[in-house]
């Protein structure tokens, strides 16, 4: 139990842990105070906005909607690992849950996780009240990526309040852990966060954890091809750089592909990257474009995202020839794969 901060250290204890903090408009008078109080408080909840977009996202969780008005949370983490903090009091977002739950919390005395939410949004007891709340960035369809600086924004904030107050990381719970009808957030597990914590509050603010683990140790991506490869003009063309998925086993990643292609009319030249699952569906990242050079052209195309249990990265490649109707091919020579990956 512990009285919410001011909103000054609440802010310092953010830049302490090393968050990149963006200050929106009146945050720190902006609440729901005039509802109910505020604390005592026992930890924070994490949610996912079910949106894209860091300003229409930002704006949501400021303003929220007619049927739930903003603020709805005190910070939004956005993709690139910025915290917009939107309100500060109490904030429409964690709502009704489990009391069972808030025992566990507050005695923080579960193991992995809480103990499966028995109660709702509508039959639980006040969850505005009791935590802080951050709204992250994501579609929550369980396609949409986590980018590494994302989650290590989330791991941050929650920290520097855990350090704050004195918490263990046993006091950062997800909404679908406070709430039964709730889902977020989806794409990461809330046990492999809290490990995050833990670790980090093992360290110094600001500092990686000292004697980092398997679980914090990244994985190099280091592949390499000369195989000639044949691209056809407006044909997905998977590069095999050593095999056809770069990565497997893999819970986030950084990548990056380096290409020489050669014979080419000029044109323009498209990448995607692409998680495939074990049904056969799949999610591409968007497409990005390289303006081709006639002869031989070198291009790079970059990405960092999350993967669930099962998935593999790929990489494909396509090209626009400068002439329309051009179906000569263009010729792939040389392909590096570079980056680090979790499992």
Same mark, same amino acid.
């Given at each position: 139990?512990?009285?919410?901060?001011?909103?000054?250290?609440?802010?310092?204890?953010?830049?302490?842990?090393?968050?990149?903090?963006?200050?929106?408009?009146?945050?720190?008078?902006?609440?729901?105070?005039?509802?109910?109080?505020? +604390?005592?408080?026992?930890?924070?909840?994490?949610? #996912?906005?079910?949106?894209?977009?860091?300003?229409?996202?930002?704006?949501?969780?400021?303003?929220?909607?007619?049927? @739930?008005?903003?603020? @709805?949370?005190?910070?939004?983490?956005?993709?690139?690992?910025?915290?917009?903090?939107?309100?500060?009091?109490?904030?429409?977002?964690?709502?009704? +849950?489990?009391?069972?739950?808030?025992? #566990?919390?507050?005695?923080?005395?579960?193991? #992995?996780?809480? *103990? *499966?939410?028995?109660?709702?949004?509508?039959?639980?007891?006040?969850? $505005?009240?009791?935590?802080?709340?951050?709204?992250?960035? $994501?579609?929550?369809?369980?396609?949409?990526?986590?980018?590494?600086?994302?989650?290590?924004?989330?791991?941050?904030?929650?920290?520097?309040?855990?350090?704050?107050?004195?918490?263990?990381?046993?006091?950062?719970?997800?909404? @679908?852990?406070?709430?039964?009808?709730?889902?977020?957030?989806?794409?990461?597990?809330? *046990?492999?966060?809290?490990?995050?914590?833990?670790?980090? @509050?093992?360290?110094?603010?600001?500092?990686?954890?000292?004697?980092?683990?398997?679980?914090?140790?990244?994985?190099?991506?280091?592949?390499?091809?000369?195989?000639?490869?044949?691209?056809?003009?407006?044909?997905?063309?998977?590069?095999?750089?050593?095999?056809?998925?770069?990565?497997?086993?893999?819970?986030?990643?950084?990548?990056?592909?380096?290409?020489?292609?050669?014979?080419?009319?000029?044109?323009?030249?498209?990448?995607?990257?692409?998680?495939?699952?074990?049904?056969?569906?799949?999610?591409?990242?968007?497409?990005?474009?390289?303006?081709?050079?006639?002869?031989?052209?070198?291009?790079?195309?970059? #990405?960092?995202?999350?993967?669930?249990?099962?998935?593999?990265?790929?990489?494909?490649?396509?090209?626009?020839?400068?002439?329309?109707?051009?179906?000569? *091919?263009?010729?792939?020579?040389?392909?590096?794969?570079?980056?680090?990956?979790?499992?």
């Amino acid at each position: 139990m512990a009285q919410p901060l001011s909103s000054d250290r609440f802010l310092a204890a953010l830049r302490a842990e090393g968050v990149t903090v963006a200050e929106v408009g009146n945050w720190r008078e902006h609440n729901r105070n005039h509802k109910g109080a505020w +604390g005592p408080v026992h930890g924070l909840v994490i949610h #996912h906005t079910v949106s894209s977009g860091t300003a229409s996202s930002v704006a949501l969780c400021r303003d929220g909607y007619d049927e @739930l008005p903003g603020p @709805l949370c005190h910070g939004v983490i956005a993709k690139d690992g910025t915290v917009h903090l939107v309100g500060y009091g109490r904030t429409n977002h964690a709502g009704g +849950g489990d009391p069972a739950v808030l025992e #566990h919390v507050i005695a923080e005395d579960y193991g #992995h996780r809480p *103990p *499966p939410p028995t109660r709702g949004n509508l039959d639980g007891v006040d969850g $505005n009240r009791a935590f802080y709340g951050f709204e992250c960035i $994501n579609r929550g369809d369980g396609r949409d990526p986590w980018p590494t600086a994302q989650l290590d924004a989330i791991e941050r904030v929650s920290a520097a309040l855990c350090r704050a107050h004195g918490w263990s990381a046993k006091s950062v719970i997800g909404h @679908l852990e406070w709430s039964n009808d709730k889902s977020d957030p989806r794409g990461f597990t809330m *046990p492999d966060m809290r490990a995050r914590i833990a670790r980090r @509050l093992s360290g110094q603010p600001g500092h990686p954890s000292p004697n980092p683990t398997e679980d914090t140790v990244p994985y190099p991506l280091g592949e390499a091809s000369t195989t000639r490869v044949d691209l056809r003009p407006d044909t997905w063309t998977t590069v095999r750089i050593g095999r056809d998925n770069l990565i497997s086993g893999a819970r986030s990643y950084t990548a990056a592909v380096y290409l020489r292609v050669d014979a080419l009319p000029g044109g323009v030249l498209q990448g995607r990257f692409v998680h495939q699952r074990p049904d056969g569906s799949r999610w591409t990242s968007p497409i990005v474009e390289r303006i081709a050079t006639t002869g031989s052209s070198f291009v790079d195309f970059l #990405h960092a995202g999350s993967i669930l249990p099962g998935e593999t990265l790929r990489f494909e490649i396509t090209y626009g020839p400068a002439t329309a109707g051009d179906t000569a *091919p263009a010729t792939l020579t040389a392909a590096q794969a570079r980056g680090l990956y979790w499992k």
